[in-house]
Each structure stands twice: as C-alpha cells, then as structure tokens.
C-alpha cells in the first residue's frame, strides 16, 4: 500500500508526463480495460501456450543432453564445450536465423524460447549426474539395479535432484526472458508484442500492465508450481523429512 500511494504520489508532484511513465491511477485503468476486452488474456493465453510447448522441449533435450555428457566422455569433451559456448550467446542473436528458417510465426518463438532454457537444463543434469557419489553407483550396481532404467529412475535422478530442480527453476526464468524478447519481433498476439503494441503507442501504462504481468506470472509459477514439487520430491525421494517445524 505505501509503494501504491508513494507512486501516485511522486506521479503527482513530480509532474509526469503519461508518456514517459503512467500513475496508479491510468495503470489501474488500462488493466481493467484491458482484461474487459480480453486483449490481455488472449496475449496471457498465447504467451503462456508458447511457453509450455518450447519449456517441455528444452527439459526433453535439455536431460538427453545432460545425461550423455555426464556418462561419456567423448560427448561432454565435444558438444559439451559446444554447448557451454552456446550458453553465452543470448537467445535472441538466433531469432533472424529463427525467422529465415521458419517465418515470422510461432515456431520461430518456439525455437528461441526453447534455446533460452534447454542449454541451462543440459548443464544443470550434468552437474547433478556427476556429483552423485560413485558408491551410490556402485552399491546400486552391486544390488543388482543394474545400468538400464532403473539405474536412472531410482540412482541417477533422486542423486541429481538438486541439481536438477535448480535447472529447472533457472530454465523457466530463462525461456520466459527468451519468449518476451521473441514475441517483441515475431508475429503473433503475446505479452511481447502487446508490450512492442504500447511502445508504438506510447501507451505506457499497457507496458507496464504487461511488465506487471509477466511478474506475477513469473512469481506465482516459481512459488506455487516449481518450489512446491520441489518440496513434495525431496520428501518423496528421501531428502527431506516431511514434517513441519
């Protein structure tokens, strides 16, 4: 409440022009309007729709990766340099190659949004994969678990947990960054061209609407969605205790 009512406040006394940065007051408004005529949901709905099919992808290919670069050496000397190098290169460099290939629609934000988060996710199971202690492994082995699937599902994953939650968390902030930025170019209603909509506007009160969005979003899915199944897996696979201080 103190922030709301500084905000209007400095709004007022400082003299902004709407222009340059919205009050409370026109904020409030554009929201409000905005959700009456369901341009913000369709934008939330597309936004959200792109975002689910590329997060799904880059934690697919992303553990694939992971997992060949922690069990061999060749792969991870290889494509694993391949890949930490590629980390560095901002997701949105590849949107005009995303744009060649594709066209200015959906697959290309898909693409980009996928790239934002996958080469996080391949280090991140990497790293939990190797940090496992080679007795685990090997008790494993000698009880006769064995190296197939249950190798994986009852050794590798509860040992790289961790690991692998971080990448996960890290990889949603990372293609949400990557969707926003695709959608400012790309075709297609989304919170980033609602965003580029305002700009060419200079509605800014509708870039801040969206800007406010993509942060609720963003928290409430980290708090609600990724910190819960963190917590029920680490009691589930043992790391935790299930009780409540």
């Given at each position: ?8 406040a ?40 792109r ?8 934690l ?23 890949v930490?190098?590629l ?6 460099a590849?949107?005009?190659f ?9 697959v290309?934000v898909?693409?980009i ?33 064995g ?28 293609a ?34 969206v ?10 899915s980290?708090?609600?969605c ?20």
């Amino acid at each position: 409440m103190v922030i709301l009512v500084t905000w209007e406040a400095a709004y007022r006394l400082i003299g902004w022009e709407s222009w340059k940065f919205p009050s409370l007051f026109q904020t409030v408004e554009s929201f409000y309007s905005g959700f009456v005529h369901g341009q913000l949901l369709d934008a939330i709905y597309n936004s959200l729709r792109r975002l689910f099919i590329a997060f799904a992808i880059s934690l697919s290919i992303g553990m694939v990766l992971g997992l060949m670069f922690a069990k061999f050496k060749a792969v991870d000397d290889t494509i694993g340099f391949l890949v930490i190098a590629l980390q560095t290169v901002p997701s949105i460099a590849w949107l005009p190659f995303a744009i060649i290939w594709f066209g200015f629609n959906d697959v290309s934000v898909i693409f980009i949004t996928a790239l934002g988060a996958t080469w996080t996710m391949s280090i991140a199971t990497r790293t939990g994969i190797k940090n496992i202690p080679p007795i685990y492994l090997r008790a494993a082995q000698t009880l006769g678990t064995g190296n197939g699937w249950r190798m994986f599902t009852q050794i590798l994953i509860p040992g790289a947990f961790p690991h692998l939650m971080t990448g996960v968390r890290v990889s949603w902030a990372f293609a949400w960054r990557a969707l926003v930025a695709g959608e400012l170019i790309a075709n297609g209603a989304g919170l980033g061209q609602l965003l580029q909509d305002g700009r060419g506007l200079g509605d800014t009160a509708l870039m801040l609407n969206v800007v406010i969005i993509i942060a609720v979003l963003g928290t409430l899915s980290d708090h609600f969605c990724f910190k819960k199944l963190e917590d029920r897996l680490l009691v589930r696979y043992g790391l935790e205790s299930n009780s409540k201080s």
